[in-house]
């Protein structure tokens, strides 16, 4: 998984609860790196499981939610570390019909070997979108959270976001403003 996923997320734990809990968790993690994360390594996915499953038990909050809100401080920080991914793109449908065609095309480019979930755009209207969504790694909590952060980010008060499990193991989203 990219590194910078690991940066992101530590920097997240730092902000949001305290620098102590991050260091913490790194150190309860127990990490053959020691948790010296870079934003150009990659790192097991599993690490993420880990540090994810630390937080929950400090915390008290479910992973899912957890995943959740780290999806919208990621979407946050892509805003500013990756802003030319965001060239052209006016709404959150906008950027939701782009993902796999321009955004996900120009994350290969930066990062060759990321490992990537897809997504197809089923259905567009003026006030709705359905896309479906397919990952190795199942991580609906983290791309619903960089949904609701899109929305934040392109001004939509009242997004609405539903999913379904398919059949074939996608998820269906649903996405109303």
Do not use: C, W
């Amino acid at each position: 998984m990219l590194g910078m996923i690991f940066t992101e997320m530590v920097e997240m734990i730092e902000e949001t609860f305290s620098p102590e809990m991050a260091d913490e968790i790194l150190d309860e993690a127990n990490l053959e790196h020691g948790g010296a994360y870079t934003a150009v390594g990659y790192y097991p996915f599993e690490e993420v499981v880990t540090l994810v499953s630390l937080l929950s038990q400090k915390t008290g909050m479910p992973v899912p939610d957890l995943i959740e809100a780290f999806g919208s401080y990621l979407f946050n920080s892509f805003t500013k570390s990756h802003a030319q991914l965001l060239v052209n793109k006016h709404s959150l449908f906008d950027l939701l019909d782009t993902l796999d065609g321009d955004i996900h095309k120009e994350v290969y480019k930066l990062y060759p070997d990321a490992a990537l979930p897809k997504f197809n755009v089923v259905s567009k209207t003026d006030h709705s979108l359905e896309m479906e969504y397919r990952s190795e790694r199942n991580l609906q909590p983290l791309a619903l959270g960089l949904m609701k952060g899109a929305a934040d980010y392109f001004g939509h008060q009242q997004v609405q976001i539903e999913q379904q499990p398919l059949d074939d193991g996608a998820t269906l989203f649903r996405v109303s403003i």
